[in-house]
Nanobody, 125 residues
């Protein structure tokens, strides 16, 4: 069974940092593009950052450029999202997703094949 498991969410003050992890269970991430998405209450899910299977194509939402960094460690079968200078507007459930069909591209598309259950990130003082 293919499974993605997110971790690292929590409560942080504005200006703080968190690192989210996305671990793959039951399959290798080597062949997949990976994306981080988020959904805030009352809002549509949006792509935050996505990375191609080899890491050569990376994209970020304008709202997080310069603050978030996506990376992957295929040896550990894990993808990370380092988040810095967090703002209340970053509060959301963060999901990781994997897609093999377009693995050569790091384009955040909402119809990725596999999705994790999400981890809550709350930015508040």
């Amino acid at each position: 069974q293919l499974q993605l498991v997110e971790s690292g969410g929590g409560l942080v003050q504005p200006g703080g940092s968190l690192r989210l992890s996305c671990a793959a269970l039951g399959f290798s991430l080597d062949y997949y593009a990976i994306g981080w998405f988020r959904q805030a209450p009352g809002k549509e899910r949006e792509g935050v950052s996505c990375i191609s299977r080899r890491g050569g194509d990376i994209n970020y939402a304008d709202s997080v450029k310069g603050r978030f960094t996506i990376s992957r460690d295929n040896a550990k079968n894990t993808v990370y999202l380092q988040m810095t200078d967090l703002k209340p507007g970053d509060t959301a459930v963060y999901y990781c997703a994997a897609d093999r069909r377009r693995a050569a591209w790091g384009t955040c598309l909402d119809n990725y094949e596999y999705w994790g259950q999400g981890t809550q990130v709350t930015v508040s003082s």
